[in-house]
């Protein structure tokens, strides 16, 4: 073996789109490897075994990730300094997820959440209950929100014998269709006659609300957000459910509902005010939050925070329910979300290798156990939410399904990027030909960079710009001399700050 292979070194938090990043930007260049789901797998292996078969994928020649956190400096240097005896022609990158300490927090939370709408839709045999919940230590420690027993993770510097390649995440979903749909959100206890009464009862208006609401939004979503009371992990109240299918009877499309058990939630994110199940029913009903026919209907000031925090409109309940027929010209406040990564959040289908954890992606959550259900009502608990789905009948449920997948529209595949690449263009040079002589410092190597036509050189309108930003961006120029030509190689550091290699061939031709 003669070419040089890469080892590439994730570092970054739990939830900060490490595994989305390998899938969109490495999946067709480098093979992924992860220590700790291999630990996972197999309890008898170490990190030693990981880097010996890392070795063996560097020695056929291949390119490896490690996606994992990678925080302390010992991890990294137990891959370097064995690969380096092994594999002497293999060089290192690091890339490290770095982002605000507030907003990356929430972004990291948010992102958790989705995570966990992938396991409330598996099948009980694969749940798996500790996936998540060890993370929760992880970003605390990583936020520096509170003590930890953790170490807290060492930042990666060029002394270690990496490259350093530093990644400004966005928020991205990997995700086979957009979240497009209107929502209707409603605070459980707001459409009750009386939560204080035994007896209780939906308002008498609530479906004339409803299905008002439907009339205008067919594809759209009912969600229903309210406590759990009911100390059974798995079991809804008899009342509540006797009064979530006399509602649902009398709608023309299926009722969605997710109720929060607040004694066992992995942390504070998912308790109102936080808006932690806003981020976990945006993934499961692909819901825009920012769509004009999206509302969020409250009683309680920890619903109105909750909505308000992510830019959601909202109305009091009482007020549509006195008077239904403003749901047809109701004016909610527009809000601003003090959530700022929700702004530029992206959607982008995932790599074949990256699987969706759907039980269908075509189809409206829990469609398929619902068909089968010998009752109009079907849930599933997961990590503090019973969350489900009850409805009128069959004929119901699959007007539903027709009416959702029409609006369905699949998400954007990501661009296509191109890293680790060399380019080499022949272009005449634009210097009068008394100018045409070696550049004697660095000053003068820019400004000749600068007299390229980058466009040719380097273009790639989605990721850099049309080259354009290269010229402003440019490192490590080196010139050699050779017949009759000048050839410049040097780095440009594109508008994700992902650096790459350009070479350019300068000639005497006129």
Same mark, same amino acid.
């Given at each position: 073996?003669?070419?040089?292979?890469?080892?590439?070194?994730?570092?970054?938090?739990?939830?900060?789109?490490?595994?989305?990043?390998?899938?969109?930007?490495?999946?067709?260049?480098?093979?992924?490897? *992860?220590?700790?789901?291999?630990?996972?797998?197999?309890?008898?292996?170490?990190?030693?075994?990981?880097?010996?078969?890392?070795?063996?994928?560097?020695?056929?020649?291949?390119?490896?990730?490690?996606?994992?956190?990678?925080?302390?400096?010992?991890?990294?240097?137990?891959?370097?300094?064995?690969?380096?005896?092994?594999?002497?022609?293999?060089?290192?990158?690091?890339?490290?997820?770095?982002?605000?300490?507030?907003?990356?927090?929430?972004?990291?939370?948010?992102?958790?959440?989705?995570?966990?709408?992938?396991?409330?839709?598996?099948?009980?045999?694969?749940?798996?209950?500790?996936?998540?919940?060890?993370?929760?230590? /992880?970003?605390?420690?990583?936020?520096?929100?509170?003590?930890?027993?953790?170490?807290?993770?060492?930042?990666?510097?060029?002394?270690?014998?990496?490259?350093?390649?530093?990644?400004? @995440?966005?928020?991205?979903?990997?995700?086979?269709?957009?979240?497009?749909?209107?929502?209707?959100?409603?605070?459980?206890?707001?459409?009750?006659?009386?939560?204080?009464?035994?007896?209780?009862?939906?308002?008498?208006?609530?479906?004339?609300?409803?299905?008002?609401?439907?009339?205008?939004?067919?594809?759209?979503?009912?969600?229903?957000?309210?406590?759990?009371?009911?100390?059974?992990?798995?079991?809804?109240?008899?009342?509540?459910?006797?009064?979530?299918?006399?509602?649902?009877?009398?709608?023309?499309?299926?009722?969605?509902?997710?109720?929060?058990?607040?004694?066992?939630?992995?942390?504070?994110?998912?308790?109102?005010?936080?808006?932690?199940?806003?981020?976990?029913?945006?993934?499961?009903?692909?819901?825009?939050?920012?769509?004009?026919?999206?509302?969020?209907?409250?009683?309680?000031?920890?619903?109105?925070?909750?909505?308000?925090?992510?830019?959601?409109?909202?109305?009091?309940?009482?007020?549509?329910?006195?008077?239904?027929?403003?749901?047809?010209?109701?004016?909610?406040?527009?809000?601003?979300?003090?959530?700022?990564?929700?702004?530029?959040?992206?959607?982008?289908?995932?790599?074949?290798?990256?699987?969706?954890?759907?039980? *269908?992606?075509?189809?409206?959550?829990?469609?398929?156990?619902?068909?089968?259900?010998?009752? @109009?009502?079907?849930?599933?608990?997961?990590?503090? /939410?019973?969350?489900?789905?009850?409805?009128?009948?069959?004929?119901?449920?699959?007007?539903?399904?027709?009416?959702?997948?029409?609006?369905?529209?699949?998400?954007?595949?990501?661009?296509?990027?191109?890293?680790?690449?060399?380019?080499?263009?022949?272009?005449?040079?634009?210097?009068?030909?008394?100018?045409?002589?070696?550049?004697?410092?660095?000053?003068?190597?820019?400004?000749?960079?600068?007299?390229?036509?980058?466009?040719?050189?380097?273009?790639?309108?989605?990721?850099?710009?049309?080259?354009?930003?290269?010229?402003?961006?440019?490192?490590?120029?080196?010139?050699?001399?050779?017949?009759?030509?000048?050839?410049?190689?040097?780095?440009?550091?594109?508008?994700?700050?992902?650096?790459?290699?350009?070479?350019?061939?300068?000639?005497?031709?006129?």
């Amino acid at each position: 073996m003669t070419n040089s292979v890469e080892l590439v070194l994730f570092y970054g938090p739990p939830f900060i789109g490490k595994t989305l990043h390998y899938f969109n930007h490495y999946s067709k260049t480098h093979t992924r490897i *992860s220590a700790s789901e291999i630990f996972k797998e197999d309890k008898c292996s170490n990190l030693r075994l990981v880097i010996l078969k890392v070795i063996g994928l560097l020695n056929e020649g291949k390119n490896v990730v490690i996606d994992d956190e990678n925080w302390y400096i010992a991890t990294r240097q137990s891959y370097i300094s064995l690969v380096k005896k092994k594999v002497p022609i293999c060089t290192f990158t690091i890339v490290q997820f770095l982002t605000d300490i507030t907003s990356g927090y929430q972004q990291c939370l948010w992102a958790r959440e989705w995570a966990l709408v992938e396991q409330t839709l598996l099948e009980n045999k694969d749940y798996n209950s500790t996936l998540l919940t060890e993370s929760v230590e /992880k970003l605390d420690c990583w936020f520096a929100r509170k003590r930890s027993e953790l170490n807290p993770p060492e930042l990666p510097a060029t002394a270690e014998g990496f490259s350093i390649v530093t990644v400004n @995440p966005q928020l991205i979903c990997g995700t086979s269709y957009k979240f497009n749909l209107p929502a209707l959100f409603i605070q459980w206890q707001s459409i009750l006659t009386d939560a204080q009464n035994e007896n209780l009862n939906c308002k008498s208006t609530a479906p004339d609300v409803l299905n008002k609401w439907l009339e205008k939004n067919p594809s759209g979503r009912i969600l229903i957000i309210g406590p759990k009371t009911k100390n059974d992990k798995d079991i809804i109240e008899e009342q509540t459910k006797t009064l979530l299918l006399l509602l649902s009877s009398q709608l023309t499309c299926p009722l969605y509902f997710t109720f929060i058990d607040e004694k066992h939630q992995l942390d504070h994110y998912s308790q109102l005010p936080q808006p932690g199940v806003l981020a976990f029913l945006q993934k499961l009903h692909r819901v825009n939050l920012y769509h004009k026919g999206t509302i969020y209907m409250y009683s309680s000031d920890e619903h109105y925070r909750a909505a308000s925090s992510v830019g959601i409109r909202t109305i009091k309940a009482a007020k549509l329910f006195d008077h239904p027929h403003l749901i047809d010209s109701v004016y909610c406040g527009e809000t601003m979300s003090t959530l700022s990564f929700l702004q530029n959040m992206l959607q982008v289908t995932c790599s074949t290798s990256c699987k969706e954890t759907r039980e *269908s992606v075509d189809e409206i959550p829990f469609f398929s156990r619902a068909r089968k259900s010998s009752t @109009p009502l079907v849930w599933k608990y997961c990590h503090g /939410k019973v969350t489900g789905v009850c409805f009128k009948d069959k004929l119901a449920l699959e007007r539903y399904q027709t009416h959702y997948k029409l609006a369905a529209r699949t998400a954007k595949p990501p661009g296509k990027i191109k890293r680790g690449t060399s380019r080499t263009e022949y272009v005449s040079s634009t210097l009068p030909s008394s100018e045409r002589s070696l550049p004697s410092s660095e000053q003068s190597l820019r400004a000749l960079v600068g007299n390229i036509n980058l466009r040719e050189v380097a273009e790639t309108p989605g990721r850099y710009h049309g080259g354009f930003q290269c010229r402003d961006s440019v490192f490590d120029m080196n010139v050699e001399v050779l017949e009759q030509r000048l050839k410049i190689t040097c780095k440009c550091t594109g508008s994700s700050r992902q650096p790459y290699d350009v070479q350019v061939m300068l000639s005497d031709s006129s």
